[in-house]
């Protein structure tokens, strides 16, 4: 979704706001990369790690099992 | 309704435009890594699905099978500290090494095996499989050159 410069004004606003209340500004900055950037990446990528997890499982059971067919 | 103080709102403004500069780096940086981590994955469920397949039919025998499996583990190992390691990642910093080393690790499960197979369907599927990682890798490449 596009930025507007009706947007910014009032991140402007809000931001003025928590600098005036003593916020360090490093973590103003952090506060708006996360609001800005969206869950989009992490959410993928929380979503792979069950999948990595899931193929770990499979890997390791199929190992176990073939494992046990070739010895005997 | 409070209103900020003028002398703040030139603070504010840089703030903005900041976090909006970091963010434009942001959303091309990460889904390119990631992409690149997906498609990893495609890759191995492709690999551990066709030794399936083939072992069930007999054309691979169960020390063939293992030994696709046993090289399909580091793989996987890596995916996932790979993966861990890009949900903690920010623009500007530098690439996860486990990512580089699944880069690696891809390439030479590749080599090991297609020359395991026989010519066929089921190669064909791993063959375009890790194509598509590989193509994906090429992206992150060029994204390393721009960072």
Do not use: Y
């Not at chain 1, 506060?31 to 969206?38: I, P």
């Not at chain 1, 990528?45 to 990595?52: D, K, V």
């Not at chain 2, 399909?72 to 623009?91: D, F, K, M, N, S």
């Not at chain 2, 994906?136 to 994204?143: C, E, H, K, P, R």
């Amino acid at each position: 979704m596009p930025v507007t410069a009706t947007d910014v004004t009032r991140w402007v606003n809000a931001l003025s706001m928590l600098v005036s209340l003593g916020v360090p500004i490093v973590n103003v900055v952090m506060m708006v990369r996360r609001e800005l950037s969206g869950p989009d990446a992490d959410a993928v990528l929380r979503s792979l790690l069950s999948g990595w997890a899931a193929a770990k499982t499979e890997n390791d059971a199929r190992i176990s099992e073939l494992q046990a067919t070739v010895k005997t | 309704m409070l209103r900020p103080r003028p002398s703040l709102v030139p603070v504010a403004a840089l703030v903005v435009a900041l976090a909006l500069l970091s963010i434009s780096c942001a959303g091309h940086a990460k889904p390119v890594l990631v992409k690149f981590d997906a498609s990893v994955l495609t890759a191995v469920q492709t690999i551990a699905s066709v030794e399936r397949e083939l072992s069930s039919v007999g054309v691979l025998t169960p020390a063939q099978s293992l030994g696709i499996r046993l090289k399909l583990r580091p793989v996987i190992t890596l995916g996932e500290q790979a993966t861990t390691a890009l949900l903690a990642w920010q623009p500007g910093q530098q690439t996860p090494a486990s990512l580089l080393h699944l880069s690696t690790s891809i390439g030479d499960l590749l080599t090991t095996v297609i020359g395991m197979l026989p010519d066929g369907t089921a190669k064909a599927r791993i063959l375009t499989a890790i194509a598509a990682a590989q193509q994906a890798w090429s992206a992150v490449i060029v994204l390393m050159g721009d960072v």
